[in-house]
């Protein structure tokens, strides 16, 4: 949980407490200070497509990398993606809505690319269903190519041509391919508005 420094009596305890929109791209935040119960309020100026974007997702939750390699949930509250972009441990976050499965497909494969934990990723993808033949829906709903190459998964780009030059990634399962690729594509985690998986895999070669 992030904390800011209250202005009033210097404690670290000014927190989030809830928030709304006032205008199109303003946002209005309310900070309280548990310390001497001083109030403030921001206007901060909001990404508008990414505001769209979540308007037409039921985001309910939020996965975060922590730097230790865990992936960590968190509910929807006003500031929950907020408090997570400011901290220093956590390296990269992910929206969570359960009608759209490609969610967790890319949070799967961008957080293996990110080096998170093999065990809690298993865990995940078991929990999610997310099996070698659901990842052939996912491959071609993003337009990524998934075959058996010998007895290892290969995944490309759609303009794959051969393994010399088209960038590709190996692994046991789909998903561990999928991870793969996505690091072979030079996806990086970034809190704010990098690349996803699927912008990189659309991208000519
Ligand atoms: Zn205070």
Redesign the pocket.
Known sequence: MAFNR??????Y??KVYGGEHISRGNYKRYYK??????HCRTIERIDWADLERRKLMAIIGWYYLHENGDLIYKRDLPGADADIRESPFAVMLWPIDPKDRSCAWQLLVEASAAGAKRERIKELAAKWSCTDKDAQHYASYIGAKLFMDGNQWCATRSDFTDLQNSPAGFGDTALDALGALCKELGWKPQKMWGATFHDLVKKEG
Do not use: G, T
């Open positions: 209250c202005p009033e009596c210097d404690a305890e000014l200070c548990s310390a001497c119960n001083y």
